[in-house]
């Protein structure tokens, strides 16, 4: 099966925890802190495999999870870093977060990475926190959290050239008598179901991939006919061949058939209906097609370049190949069109260091990416942490912020999950 989206879920790994330890050795009575670093979490990357052509792997797996790192340990050993965990997608793949639908890659060149989630840093043993008034400290950091997010995964065919037109207007046939591609091929509406790729060769060195899209129609920018699934597929393509039913022998008038892609490519994307497009007038081996290629020239003649051929006796496919090989080599690849064709546009705020004040409920929830993760590495359990944590907390200014916003003793204080009862 062909699938070109997919939903999952990465959770880069945990930081190792650092160690409380001190040097226990003979003739030496009163051996310092020597409690080791924790090791960073590993990270999820995103790598492109140019041997893959669909999501499918995706299909069977939704959750991904990264190698935490391991706790530090005494002698000041520091613990191992997690692995990386590596996830191979198809050249083609857009990356977006579900939640704020912000872009994060588009994956196209062989072997191109992102990290999608960053692993947690490790935390410090206390051998890290010796200083002129602490010499002996009883405390240590816990790994930070490795991130976590819901990413939503879209593949978009890489081909130079895309065939767009009517069901059975003869793109099928085409792909399989200019290459090697071998699609289904009936005589019934909808016979492909999804893109087909297919390689065509000239000369030694040069070539290029074309893309057979699945029948458009009337309606397919609002998803009729599995539209917005189809029409994904031609954004990135250099050339646009426009494949028409000269004979009409699905009963439509050829040009009505032309103006009604023209205008669904207008209303997906407008930047995708002013990409380059040659029209190519197919089954011209059947009777009575002249008149229909004589309206089409005269209509479309001075916008377009147009071909007559025969797909399936080969008419006319020699001069087209030759055409299109040029205009290929002409055009460069669209920019980013994935952007402009669903205006989409993400504006990155960069976060202000510091914290918010907030009562909630009754409680004061205190937020602050730079606050919450200090109290996620903090170890509660340890009295000596705790104290370092409520020391930080005045010095950054939070207890006179508490006390501006009005907090009374006894009340209740929130950061992250942790709850703390308000001591003047």
Request: hydrophobic letters at 40%; charged letters at 25%; a negative charge.
């Amino acid at each position: 099966m062909f699938y070109d989206t997919a939903k999952i879920f990465v959770k880069a790994g945990d930081g190792g925890n650092g160690v409380v330890a001190f040097r226990r050795e003979k003739y030496i009575p009163e051996g310092g802190p020597s409690g080791g670093d924790g090791g960073h979490g590993g990270s999820v990357i995103l790598v492109v495999d140019p041997g893959l052509r669909t999501l499918v792997d995706f299909r069977y797996q939704r959750h991904y999870r990264a190698e935490r790192g391991q706790h530090g340990q005494g002698k000041e050993m520091h613990g191992r870093r997690g692995e990386n965990l590596f996830l191979r997608v198809p050249p083609g793949t857009v990356i977006r977060d579900v939640d704020t639908r912000e872009w994060l890659a588009d994956l196209v060149e062989p072997e191109q990475e992102v990290v999608v989630v960053q692993g947690g840093r490790g935390g410090r043993g206390n051998a890290r926190f010796v200083s002129s008034t602490q010499r002996v400290p009883a405390f240590a950091e816990k790994g930070e959290p490795g991130e976590e997010r819901w990413l939503e995964l879209e593949l978009k065919v890489l081909a130079d050239v895309g065939l767009i037109g009517f069901p059975n207007a003869g793109k099928s046939t085409l792909i399989s008598r200019i290459s090697a591609a071998r699609p289904k091929i009936a005589d019934y509406p909808f016979t492909t179901l999804v893109p087909n790729l297919g390689v065509v060769r000239l000369e030694e060195g040069h070539s290029f991939v074309v893309a057979d899209i699945p029948g458009i129609i009337e309606g397919a920018h609002t998803g009729a006919g599995l539209g917005h699934q189809f029409l994904r597929h031609v954004e990135r393509t250099r050339l646009l061949l426009h494949l028409v039913d000269t004979a009409g022998t699905e009963g439509r008038d050829p040009l009505e058939d032309i103006e009604v892609i023209q205008r669904e490519l207008m209303l997906y994307s407008p930047a995708l209906a002013t990409r380059p497009q040659v029209l190519v007038a197919n089954k011209v081996d059947l009777p009575g097609t002249e008149e229909n290629l004589k309206r089409i020239q005269q209509r479309y003649g001075s916008e377009h370049e147009i071909f007559a051929v025969s797909a399936l006796t080969g008419i006319g496919l020699s001069a087209l190949v030759g055409r299109v090989a040029e205009l290929v080599d002409q055009l460069l690849p669209p920019e980013k069109p994935e952007a402009e064709a669903n205006g989409e546009k993400v504006t990155r705020v960069k976060e202000e260091e510091g914290f918010t004040i907030a009562q909630e409920e009754g409680v004061w929830v205190i937020r602050g990416k730079n606050l919450e993760r200090l109290c996620a590495m903090t170890d509660f359990n340890n009295e000596a942490a705790v104290r370092r944590f409520q020391n930080i907390m005045r010095k950054i200014g939070v207890d006179e912020a508490l006390r501006q916003a009005g907090v009374k003793v006894g009340d209740t204080v929130r950061v992250q999950e942790i709850l703390f009862d308000w001591v003047d």
